[in-house]
């Protein structure tokens, strides 16, 4: 079956720290890949997709996602993380070969210490 | 800008009600969905719309319908509600026709059943 694996539930970073969170998928052909974010009791914005072309795709709020093929890795970084970035952020699959339907990760949850 | 709309940030409902809830979209989007949210389990799809009056089954229909008179109108309807559907409810909307992936989201309703 499709999966969409976030293996960190919870990170802690710093304020002015580097930050990546991981996305495995377990899919054959390119799919198209999505990061959401969600801020407390609110819904999802798009942070940055990757549909074909070059790899490493620019989003908005500074981040960038990179698409690994070889590691079926689209993993989310930003150089320098805020206090504003705490949230909650999603990696979404989508691929014709299941239903044409987006498939989400379970979330990991940013926290920002300063 | 994609705007979706929900009718209720919060409702708060007892076992046994029938429950209503309204989304709305004002980009002339083909495509909407109805999701819930649960900690740990990311998103879930429990029905999706290409069309007007189409409807098509998700992961987690059971125990829910929908309806869609106008396109830009999408409802989900909880025919009697049980606890296990306290749940955060996300709408979705996308376009084109079919094309499910780059969806945008609206603030969700956080129901409560009691």
């Known amino acids: 079956a499709q999966s969409v694996t976030q293996p960190d539930i919870h990170i802690t970073v710093s304020e002015g720290a580097s930050l990546e969170l991981r996305c495995n998928y377990s899919?054959?052909?390119?799919?198209?890949l999505f990061w959401y974010v969600q801020s407390p009791g609110q819904g999802l914005q798009l942070l940055l997709k990757?549909?074909?072309?070059?790899?490493l795709v620019q989003g908005i709020k500074g981040f960038e996602a990179e698409f690994k093929r070889s590691q079926s890795s689209f993993n989310l970084r930003k150089p320098s993380v805020h206090w504003s970035d705490a949230a909650e952020y999603f990696c979404?699959?989508?691929?014709?070969?299941?239903?044409?339907?987006?498939?989400f990760g379970a979330g990991t949850i940013l926290r920002v210490k300063s | 800008d994609v705007k979706v709309t929900q009718s209720s940030r919060y409702l708060v409902k007892r076992t046994g009600e029938k429950v209503f809830l309204e989304c709305v979209q004002d980009?002339?989007?083909?495509?909407m969905f109805w999701y819930r949210q649960d900690p740990g389990l990311g998103l879930r799809l429990i029905y999706f719309?290409?069309?007007?009056?189409?409807?098509e089954k998700g992961d987690i229909p059971e125990g829910y319908s929908v309806s869609r008179e106008k396109k830009e109108r999408f409802s989900l309807i909880l025919e009697s509600a049980s606890t296990n559907q306290t749940s955060m409810y996300l709408c979705?909307?996308?376009?084109?026709?079919?094309?499910?992936?780059?969806?945008?989201f609206g603030p969700g309703t956080r129901l409560t059943v009691t």
């Open positions: 979705a909307s996308s376009s084109p026709a079919g094309f499910f992936y780059e969806q945008y």
């Open positions: 899919y054959g052909a390119t799919p198209y």
């Open positions: 990757y549909f074909s072309g070059d790899t």
């Open positions: 979404a699959v989508g691929a014709r070969e299941y239903g044409n339907k987006l498939v």
């Open positions: 980009m002339d989007h083909e495509n």
């Open positions: 719309s290409y069309d007007v009056k189409m409807k």
